[in-house]
Protein backbone atom coordinates (compact mmCIF):
# COMPACT_ATOMS: atom_id res chain seq x y z
CA UNK A 1 0.00 0.00 0.00
CA UNK A 2 1.11 2.95 -0.99
CA UNK A 3 1.12 6.74 0.89
CA UNK A 4 -0.02 10.00 -0.38
CA UNK A 5 2.84 12.49 -1.13
CA UNK A 6 1.46 16.26 -1.35
CA UNK A 7 4.22 17.01 -2.75
CA UNK A 8 6.80 16.65 -5.76
CA UNK A 9 9.99 16.45 -3.57
CA UNK A 10 8.48 14.30 -1.50
CA UNK A 11 7.65 12.09 -4.51
CA UNK A 12 11.03 12.50 -5.87
CA UNK A 13 12.51 11.04 -2.63
CA UNK A 14 10.50 7.86 -2.32
CA UNK A 15 10.81 6.97 -5.63
CA UNK A 16 14.81 7.05 -5.27
CA UNK A 17 14.05 4.80 -2.39
CA UNK A 18 12.42 2.52 -4.41
CA UNK A 19 15.44 2.48 -6.84
CA UNK A 20 17.82 2.03 -3.92
CA UNK A 21 15.90 -0.75 -2.51
CA UNK A 22 14.52 0.96 1.01
CA UNK A 23 10.93 0.17 0.02
CA UNK A 24 9.45 -2.42 -1.92
CA UNK A 25 7.00 -0.98 -4.22
CA UNK A 26 7.02 2.70 -5.78
CA UNK A 27 4.99 5.93 -5.04
CA UNK A 28 2.34 6.02 -6.93
CA UNK A 29 2.16 9.20 -9.82
CA UNK A 30 -1.68 9.68 -9.10
CA UNK A 31 -0.83 10.58 -5.49
CA UNK A 32 0.38 13.54 -6.61
CA UNK A 33 -1.90 16.80 -7.36
CA UNK A 34 -2.69 17.17 -11.06
CA UNK A 35 -1.04 20.11 -11.47
CA UNK A 36 2.96 18.08 -10.50
CA UNK A 37 2.15 14.79 -12.32
CA UNK A 38 3.37 15.48 -15.73
CA UNK A 39 6.51 17.05 -13.62
CA UNK A 40 6.96 13.72 -11.94
CA UNK A 41 6.26 11.31 -15.14
CA UNK A 42 9.20 13.17 -16.64
CA UNK A 43 11.46 13.06 -13.63
CA UNK A 44 10.76 8.95 -13.85
CA UNK A 45 11.60 8.56 -17.64
CA UNK A 46 14.38 10.96 -17.01
CA UNK A 47 16.05 8.86 -14.51
CA UNK A 48 15.12 5.30 -16.42
CA UNK A 49 17.13 6.82 -19.08
CA UNK A 50 20.15 7.36 -17.17
CA UNK A 51 20.03 4.42 -15.06
CA UNK A 52 19.95 2.53 -18.96
CA UNK A 53 17.12 0.34 -17.85
CA UNK A 54 15.96 -0.76 -21.78
CA UNK A 55 19.78 -0.25 -23.64
CA UNK A 56 17.69 -0.81 -26.59
CA UNK A 57 15.03 1.88 -26.50
CA UNK A 58 14.63 5.07 -27.97
CA UNK A 59 15.17 7.29 -25.13
CA UNK A 60 14.49 10.98 -25.29
CA UNK A 61 16.88 13.58 -25.11
CA UNK A 62 17.17 16.03 -22.03
CA UNK A 63 15.75 18.56 -23.78
CA UNK A 64 12.70 16.77 -24.61
CA UNK A 65 12.49 15.30 -20.94
CA UNK A 66 12.78 18.95 -19.53
CA UNK A 67 10.31 20.41 -22.15
CA UNK A 68 7.40 18.91 -20.97
CA UNK A 69 7.05 20.35 -17.28
CA UNK A 70 8.35 23.38 -19.10
CA UNK A 71 5.05 23.18 -21.20
CA UNK A 72 3.14 23.18 -18.15
CA UNK A 73 4.87 26.04 -16.87
CA UNK A 74 4.70 28.35 -19.61
CA UNK A 75 1.12 27.65 -20.07
CA UNK A 76 0.79 28.93 -16.31
CA UNK A 77 2.57 31.72 -17.43
CA UNK A 78 0.41 32.53 -20.38
CA UNK A 79 -2.88 32.84 -17.59
CA UNK A 80 -0.92 34.88 -14.76
CA UNK A 81 0.67 37.46 -18.16
CA UNK A 82 -3.08 37.48 -19.30
CA UNK A 83 -4.76 37.97 -15.97
CA UNK A 84 -2.61 40.74 -15.09
CA UNK A 85 -3.15 42.27 -18.17
CA UNK A 86 -6.66 42.05 -17.62
CA UNK A 87 -7.11 43.31 -14.08
CA UNK A 88 -4.86 46.29 -14.90
CA UNK A 89 -7.09 47.75 -17.03
CA UNK A 90 -11.31 46.45 -15.63
CA UNK A 91 -9.71 46.39 -11.94
CA UNK A 92 -6.29 48.09 -10.64
CA UNK A 93 -3.60 50.06 -12.64
CA UNK A 94 -1.43 48.57 -10.21
CA UNK A 95 -2.26 44.87 -9.90
CA UNK A 96 0.85 42.89 -9.62
CA UNK A 97 0.95 39.11 -10.28
CA UNK A 98 4.06 37.56 -9.42
CA UNK A 99 4.74 33.48 -8.78
CA UNK A 100 4.38 32.18 -5.90
CA UNK A 101 7.77 31.39 -4.59
CA UNK A 102 7.25 30.57 -1.18
CA UNK A 103 4.33 27.79 -2.11
CA UNK A 104 7.00 26.07 -4.76
CA UNK A 105 9.39 25.90 -2.26
CA UNK A 106 6.93 24.08 0.25
CA UNK A 107 5.36 21.94 -2.77
CA UNK A 108 2.17 23.44 -2.43
CA UNK A 109 -0.36 23.72 -5.14
CA UNK A 110 -0.08 27.62 -5.87
CA UNK A 111 1.70 28.91 -8.57
CA UNK A 112 1.18 32.78 -8.61
CA UNK A 113 0.06 35.35 -6.74
CA UNK A 114 -2.10 38.49 -7.78
CA UNK A 115 -2.28 41.61 -5.20
CA UNK A 116 -4.93 44.00 -6.32
CA UNK A 117 -7.15 46.56 -4.22
CA UNK A 118 -5.19 45.76 -0.98
CA UNK A 119 -6.48 42.04 -1.77
CA UNK A 120 -4.05 39.13 -2.28
CA UNK A 121 -5.49 36.03 -4.55
CA UNK A 122 -3.41 32.70 -5.53
CA UNK A 123 -3.94 31.05 -8.54
CA UNK A 124 -4.19 27.20 -8.43
CA UNK A 125 -3.58 25.71 -11.81
CA UNK A 126 -5.95 23.00 -13.15
CA UNK A 127 -5.45 21.10 -16.57
CA UNK A 128 -7.98 21.76 -19.12
CA UNK A 129 -11.57 19.92 -18.11
CA UNK A 130 -15.28 21.04 -19.14
CA UNK A 131 -16.50 19.98 -15.64
CA UNK A 132 -14.40 22.29 -13.41
CA UNK A 133 -16.88 22.56 -10.64
CA UNK A 134 -16.73 18.62 -10.52
CA UNK A 135 -13.11 18.27 -10.36
CA UNK A 136 -12.63 20.49 -7.14
CA UNK A 137 -13.23 17.31 -5.13
CA UNK A 138 -9.92 15.93 -6.46
CA UNK A 139 -8.01 19.49 -5.31
CA UNK A 140 -9.97 20.79 -2.42
CA UNK A 141 -6.94 19.13 -0.06
CA UNK A 142 -4.71 20.77 -2.45
CA UNK A 143 -6.19 24.21 -1.93
CA UNK A 144 -7.61 23.74 1.73
CA UNK A 145 -3.41 23.29 2.05
CA UNK A 146 -2.63 26.54 0.60
CA UNK A 147 -5.01 28.25 2.86
CA UNK A 148 -3.36 27.15 5.74
CA UNK A 149 -0.09 27.44 4.64
CA UNK A 150 -1.20 31.49 4.12
CA UNK A 151 -3.59 32.65 6.23
CA UNK A 152 -3.27 36.36 4.53
CA UNK A 153 -4.61 34.71 1.43
CA UNK A 154 -8.37 35.68 0.55
CA UNK A 155 -9.28 33.14 -2.22
CA UNK A 156 -8.09 30.75 -4.29
CA UNK A 157 -8.46 31.25 -7.98
CA UNK A 158 -8.73 27.69 -9.27
CA UNK A 159 -8.05 28.01 -13.42
CA UNK A 160 -7.17 25.90 -15.84
CA UNK A 161 -4.47 26.37 -18.83
CA UNK A 162 -4.98 26.31 -21.78
CA UNK A 163 -6.35 28.39 -25.06
CA UNK A 164 -9.20 29.65 -23.02
CA UNK A 165 -8.63 29.30 -19.45
CA UNK A 166 -11.94 28.74 -16.91
CA UNK A 167 -11.97 29.82 -13.32
CA UNK A 168 -13.74 29.83 -10.37
CA UNK A 169 -12.76 31.94 -7.36
CA UNK A 170 -12.49 29.46 -4.41
CA UNK A 171 -12.91 30.68 -0.45
CA UNK A 172 -12.05 29.21 2.67
CA UNK A 173 -15.24 27.54 3.28
CA UNK A 174 -15.66 26.33 -0.17
CA UNK A 175 -13.16 23.50 0.76
CA UNK A 176 -13.16 23.54 4.94
CA UNK A 177 -17.36 22.64 4.49
CA UNK A 178 -17.84 18.84 3.55
CA UNK A 179 -21.10 16.83 2.17
CA UNK A 180 -21.76 13.39 2.71
CA UNK A 181 -22.55 11.38 -0.44
CA UNK A 182 -25.35 8.69 -0.39
CA UNK A 183 -22.33 6.16 0.01
CA UNK A 184 -21.24 7.61 3.52
CA UNK A 185 -17.98 9.26 1.80
CA UNK A 186 -17.31 12.54 2.77
CA UNK A 187 -16.34 14.94 -0.04
CA UNK A 188 -15.57 18.45 -0.37
CA UNK A 189 -18.79 20.60 -2.06
CA UNK A 190 -18.39 21.70 -6.05
CA UNK A 191 -17.48 25.17 -6.68
CA UNK A 192 -20.11 27.89 -5.02
CA UNK A 193 -19.51 30.05 -8.04
CA UNK A 194 -20.41 30.02 -11.63
CA UNK A 195 -17.63 28.98 -13.77
CA UNK A 196 -16.43 31.20 -16.35
CA UNK A 197 -13.43 32.75 -18.03
CA UNK A 198 -10.41 33.41 -15.73
CA UNK A 199 -10.72 36.93 -16.04
CA UNK A 200 -13.84 37.67 -15.36
CA UNK A 201 -14.01 35.16 -12.25
CA UNK A 202 -11.24 37.48 -11.05
CA UNK A 203 -12.17 40.72 -12.30
CA UNK A 204 -16.01 39.75 -10.42
CA UNK A 205 -14.44 38.82 -7.39
CA UNK A 206 -12.32 41.70 -6.73
CA UNK A 207 -15.49 44.36 -7.73
CA UNK A 208 -17.45 42.26 -5.42
CA UNK A 209 -15.29 42.26 -2.50
CA UNK A 210 -14.14 46.36 -2.64
CA UNK A 211 -16.40 47.88 -5.01
CA UNK A 212 -14.48 51.13 -6.98
CA UNK A 213 -16.63 53.84 -5.09
CA UNK A 214 -17.07 56.50 -7.52
CA UNK A 215 -18.09 60.46 -5.83
CA UNK A 216 -21.40 61.08 -5.40
CA UNK A 217 -23.41 63.43 -7.35
CA UNK A 218 -24.61 66.03 -4.73
CA UNK A 219 -27.59 68.72 -5.93
CA UNK A 220 -26.50 71.89 -6.05
CA UNK A 221 -27.45 74.07 -3.22
CA UNK A 222 -27.72 77.59 -2.65
CA UNK A 223 -25.59 79.28 0.26
CA UNK A 224 -27.35 81.67 2.63
CA UNK A 225 -26.11 85.72 2.28
CA UNK A 226 -26.35 85.93 5.31
CA UNK A 227 -24.29 83.79 7.86
CA UNK A 228 -26.20 82.59 11.37
CA UNK A 229 -24.71 82.14 14.43
CA UNK A 230 -24.03 78.35 14.84
CA UNK A 231 -23.82 78.10 18.73
CA UNK A 232 -24.57 80.00 21.35
CA UNK A 233 -21.32 81.79 22.91
CA UNK A 234 -22.60 82.03 26.27
CA UNK A 235 -24.24 78.00 26.54
CA UNK A 236 -20.82 76.76 25.11
CA UNK A 237 -18.80 78.58 27.13
CA UNK A 238 -20.58 77.63 30.45
CA UNK A 239 -20.36 73.87 29.77
CA UNK A 240 -17.00 74.35 28.96
CA UNK A 241 -16.16 76.23 32.42
CA UNK A 242 -18.26 73.42 34.02
CA UNK A 243 -16.49 70.72 32.84
CA UNK A 244 -13.18 72.55 34.18
CA UNK A 245 -14.66 73.24 37.81
CA UNK A 246 -15.73 69.21 37.57
CA UNK A 247 -12.06 68.69 37.00
CA UNK A 248 -10.75 70.81 39.74
CA UNK A 249 -12.60 69.16 42.11
CA UNK A 250 -11.62 65.81 41.27
CA UNK A 251 -7.94 66.95 40.91
CA UNK A 252 -5.45 65.28 43.05
CA UNK A 253 -3.64 68.57 43.68
CA UNK A 254 -4.70 70.70 46.50
CA UNK A 255 -4.23 74.02 44.66
CA UNK A 256 -5.79 72.97 41.35
CA UNK A 257 -8.84 72.11 43.68
CA UNK A 258 -8.89 75.18 45.28
CA UNK A 259 -8.60 77.35 42.02
CA UNK A 260 -10.63 75.47 39.06
CA UNK A 261 -13.29 74.48 41.34
CA UNK A 262 -14.06 77.81 41.87
CA UNK A 263 -14.91 79.05 38.04
CA UNK A 264 -18.49 80.17 37.81
CA UNK A 265 -20.25 82.60 35.77
CA UNK A 266 -18.25 85.05 35.48
CA UNK A 267 -15.51 83.48 33.63
CA UNK A 268 -18.20 81.96 31.68
CA UNK A 269 -19.88 85.19 30.38
CA UNK A 270 -16.36 86.78 29.40
CA UNK A 271 -15.67 83.51 27.44
CA UNK A 272 -18.90 83.83 25.99
CA UNK A 273 -17.48 87.29 24.23
CA UNK A 274 -14.29 85.67 23.18
CA UNK A 275 -16.45 83.47 20.92
CA UNK A 276 -18.78 85.86 20.31
CA UNK A 277 -16.30 88.31 18.83
CA UNK A 278 -14.69 85.29 16.64
CA UNK A 279 -17.95 84.70 15.24
CA UNK A 280 -18.32 87.96 13.75
CA UNK A 281 -14.83 88.32 12.39
CA UNK A 282 -11.57 87.55 12.57
CA UNK A 283 -10.32 88.11 16.00
CA UNK A 284 -6.77 89.94 15.54
CA UNK A 285 -3.97 88.44 17.63
CA UNK A 286 -4.25 91.59 20.54
CA UNK A 287 -8.18 91.44 20.93
CA UNK A 288 -7.63 88.00 21.42
CA UNK A 289 -4.70 88.73 23.79
CA UNK A 290 -6.40 91.44 25.84
CA UNK A 291 -9.59 89.65 26.71
CA UNK A 292 -7.37 85.97 27.82
CA UNK A 293 -5.77 88.51 30.05
CA UNK A 294 -9.12 89.72 31.48
CA UNK A 295 -10.02 86.50 31.89
CA UNK A 296 -7.09 85.39 33.59
CA UNK A 297 -7.59 88.68 36.15
CA UNK A 298 -11.26 87.20 36.65
CA UNK A 299 -10.00 83.74 37.35
CA UNK A 300 -7.48 84.61 39.57
Partial sequence: M???HDSLRSFRSAYLDYLEGARNEPPVVEDLPAAQRGAARAFIE??????????????????????????????????????????????????????????????LASAWVIQARGMRLRIVPEAESSELSYTIANRAEDIAQVFSAFPDSHAVLYATIGERPLGAVVDRG????????????????????????????????FIGMIPDLEPASAPEVQLPTTVEPVLDPLHLAT???????????????EAKRDSWGAFGVQEAQLLAVIVEAAQDE????????????????IAA
Fill in 2 to 4: TSR
Fill in 46 to 107: SITAARGVDPYASRPSIEQLLARPRQTDDRVGDLADMLRDHLRTAVDSRTLVTPDVAATAAG
Fill in 174 to 205: DVSNAIETPSGERRAPRLRRTVVDAATACEEW
Fill in 239 to 253: EVVREVSTAGSRARI
Fill in 282 to 297: PLPEAVYRAHVDKLAE
